[in-house]
């Protein structure tokens, strides 16, 4: 088959012996899932040099059961339409899996479920965008008690990378072979429109390092947020909740290019926990759109108030808020700091455990682990993150809800 050279088979992992995990790191576009799909066909059907054997049962694991179906076995790289008429397997959706003519077998998981793989046994496992799964460590740990069929069982990891402990576990782990693409490697499959507007504007900054080059981007010494420490704040879901309020840090304009506006909806118990619970910031919208879908995430929701930065068009807030709805309370805020020193109060209840995240934020997260004392190292504006410490901030106080500073539009 033609490949790229990340692509292509090596037998050596990272100690020059035989691996039993490849991982592949690349940047969107950069032909991972082509990869995923023709490894998978290579076991199933026993194909030199990638195995001299055929392999009998696959695991085959996505960040959600839906990815896992769009992308994995139907998307356009996807095993379906990459294999051969004759080598076409069965999709069979009401047990999620797929059939081969040869009688192999591919059973597909969601890694929002990480229990559905215990008990099931394979010989060999494609897991596809691993720094997206909303539960990585626990899915992958048990993926690999499941594989324990055949004499070397192995499993191919596919993903834009991202600095997670699983990921890095693996990048230190002798028995793993690594191959890393930028999007580039794959340009001649792309559309040279893609190429020209996404990379050009992406190309050499944090998120296009990561998302384009395939590079792993670690914590910033100074930020006020790292990894490990948003990564054991996560649960599945948030207890009953006393107030709820949704941030909004407006953009100063909503032309192409343009900062996002921030939307971050988080809530707090009685006792004094906070739960984040929705980022819905979105660059390029207008003053009416994020309106709109601040106060719909606000009804959605049930929240108690929005509560908006107004330093730039405080009256253009009111105003565009109260054409959308003039019934929804709002709580104005001034800001008199700097970002810096605002959000160390919502940083430390991170530190005190009293921050937990309903899911996986990843922009968001990002964000905030990238923010240190002159900013985030792009030189954007924060703007999720301004949106969370409004939300949080808010809720600080017992008395939050008194006094004049809520406004009825």
């Keep these: 088959m033609l490949a790229h050279p990340h692509q292509e088979y090596r037998e050596a992992g990272n100690n020059g012996g035989p691996w039993t995990t490849w991982l592949m790191l690349g940047g969107r576009g950069a032909g991972k899932t082509r990869a995923g799909a023709e490894w998978v066909r290579a076991m199933v059907h026993g194909i030199p040099p990638w195995t001299s054997r055929l392999h009998g049962r696959v695991a085959l694991v996505g960040e959600t059961a839906h990815d896992a179906r ?6 356009e790289s996807g095993l379906l ?3 051969p008429q004759s080598q076409r397997p069965e999709w069979i959706p009401t047990r999620k899996r797929l059939e081969w003519p040869n009688g192999a077998v591919g059973e597909v998981f969601s890694a929002d479920d990480p229990q559905s793989l215990r008990g099931p046994q394979f010989e060999a496992a494609w897991c596809d965008e691993l720094a997206k799964w909303r539960y990585a460590e626990a899915t992958f740990d048990m ?3 499941g594989l324990r069929l055949g004499t070397q ?3 191919l990891v596919t993903t834009t990378p991202r600095p997670l402990p699983v990921l890095k576990r693996l990048l230190a782990d002798p028995r793993t072979r690594v191959t890393r693409a930028a999007t580039h490697a794959n340009r001649d499959f ?4 893609f190429l020209e507007t996404v990379v050009g504007r992406y190309a050499g900054t944090r998120l296009g390092r990561q998302e384009l080059d395939g590079e792993l981007i670690e914590d910033r010494p100074d930020a006020l947020w790292s990894r490990p420490l948003v990564e054991a704040c996560r649960v599945e879901a948030a207890p009953a909740l006393s107030h709820i309020m949704v941030g909004i840090d407006p953009p100063g304009s909503s032309r192409q ?3 996002a506006c921030g939307i971050v909806a988080a809530g707090r118990t009685e006792g004094g926990m906070y739960f984040v619970l929705e980022d819905a910031s979105q660059a390029g919208l207008t003053p009416q759109a994020w309106a709109t879908k601040a106060i719909a995430l606000y009804r959605r929701l049930n929240a108690n108030a929005l509560v908006a930065e107004i330093n730039m068009g405080g009256e253009m807030v009111r105003s565009v808020l109260r054409q ?3 019934s929804v309370p709002l709580k104005e805020v001034h800001a008199t700091r700097g970002k810096y020193l605002r959000a160390e109060p919502v940083a430390a209840l991170y530190e005190q455990g009293k921050v937990k995240h309903v ?3 990843p922009l968001l997260e990002d964000e905030i682990c990238d923010f240190g004392i002159d900013g985030l190292s792009s030189g954007a504006s924060p703007d999720r993150l301004d949106a969370l410490v409004w939300a949080i901030s808010a809720m600080l106080s017992d008395r939050y809800w008194d006094g004049p500073r809520i406004t009825l539009l």
């Design 70 to 75: 769009e992308v994995m076995v139907e998307g």
């Design 81 to 83: 339409r990459t294999s």
């Design 143 to 145: 993926l690999q008690f």
């Design 153 to 155: 069982p192995r499993q």
């Design 190 to 193: 792309l559309s040279p429109v």
């Design 257 to 259: 290019g343009a900062d």
């Design 324 to 326: 959308v709805d003039a």
């Design 359 to 361: 899911g996986c934020f």
